[in-house]
């Protein structure tokens, strides 16, 4: 990555920081802090990582995985993961938040290959090609982005590594830089759909008075990747002379992306208590009448 490049060659601009952090990551960790949100980072990915395997596996041994997730609720994801990883690009995000961006738009992938398999296996349909191509189209964007990030960085070399300028000297507020504004606002966008994606699945269980096919660990780990998420973002020292209030307006979106949406998953959450015995119970019918 671009900014592990810069960040072996300038350790001198992260005085008494981790080596092995500053080696592997291209981040500045002076103190416990830094090196707690940096360990919280690390889980958090770990947690997105693993989230996605128990819906793999659900979908496979029920096959159903076209009824139980929502079409909008996996676009949404993907589209709000998408402008998330762009987001963080140009924002100049901390490298374990771009880390993670990668991943989700590689899971989402395979989640929504999976959703048109089964789509298609059990109802064929002519809108196939279309939708093979909005995949494949997903498929560029993903590996397009760290073009976009490379020529960014030549148009506008940095003399530290772009994680996070620790040794800036501008006091108080730092000032948006023209691509860091694209960058916000395309986080925000990325924010709006992840709220607005789980309204679609939260739809379909109360229509379907059941959450069969649906993996609660997806749910609960994502849950917890996003509550660590937060708080590695918010444990990160800002820059010097930067204010604690700049730091966090300039994370805002994806801040506001992985713990606002903590609440609608907490009422995904609840549709699951509320539903597992009609769950129960259609599991135990007779697969033949009499």
């Not at 490049?5 to 092995?20: A, E, T, V």
């Not at 940096?38 to 128990?54: E, Q």
């Not at 498929?139 to 506008?156: D, K, M, Q, R, Y």
């Not at 800036?168 to 504004?181: A, L, R």
Request: hydrophobic share 40%; with cysteine; glycine share 8%.
């Amino acid at each position: 990555m671009v900014w592990k490049k810069l960040g072996s060659g300038n350790f001198s601009s992260c005085p008494n920081g981790s080596r092995w952090i500053w080696d592997v990551f291209g981040e500045c960790a002076q103190d416990g802090w830094d090196e707690a949100s940096v360990g919280l980072g690390l889980i958090s990915i770990l947690c997105f990582a693993s989230s996605t395997f128990p819906q793999y596996i659900k979908a496979c041994k029920t096959g159903n995985m076209d009824q139980a997730l929502s079409l909008w609720f996996l676009l949404g994801w993907i589209g709000g993961d998408s402008c998330n990883l762009i987001g963080s690009f140009l924002a100049d995000q901390l490298p374990l938040q771009t880390y993670t961006a990668v991943y989700y738009v590689l899971a989402d992938l395979v989640m929504l290959s999976l959703y048109f398999h089964y789509k298609f296996k059990n109802r064929p349909s002519p809108l196939s090609a279309p939708i093979n191509s909005l995949l494949l189209f997903s498929l560029g964007l993903v590996c397009t982005t760290p073009l976009l990030s490379s020529t960014a960085s030549v148009a506008a070399p940095r003399e530290v590594f772009p994680g996070r300028k620790l040794l800036s000297v501008e006091p108080g507020n730092k000032p948006f830089t023209q691509q860091e504004i694209i960058g916000f606002v395309i986080g925000s966008i990325s924010s709006v759909l992840y709220l607005f994606s789980r309204l679609p699945q939260i739809h379909t269980n109360f229509l379907r008075k059941s959450t069969q096919g649906i993996s609660y660990s997806l749910f609960a780990l994502v849950m917890l990747g996003n509550t660590l998420y937060g708080m590695s973002v918010l444990l990160k020292n800002p820059e010097e002379g930067q204010s604690e209030g700049s730091y966090v307006l300039h994370h805002l979106p994806w801040l506001v992306g992985s713990l606002g949406v903590l609440l609608l998953d907490t009422i995904i959450s609840i549709q699951f208590l509320v539903y597992r015995n009609a769950a129960t119970s259609s599991e135990h019918q007779p697969l033949l009448p009499g």
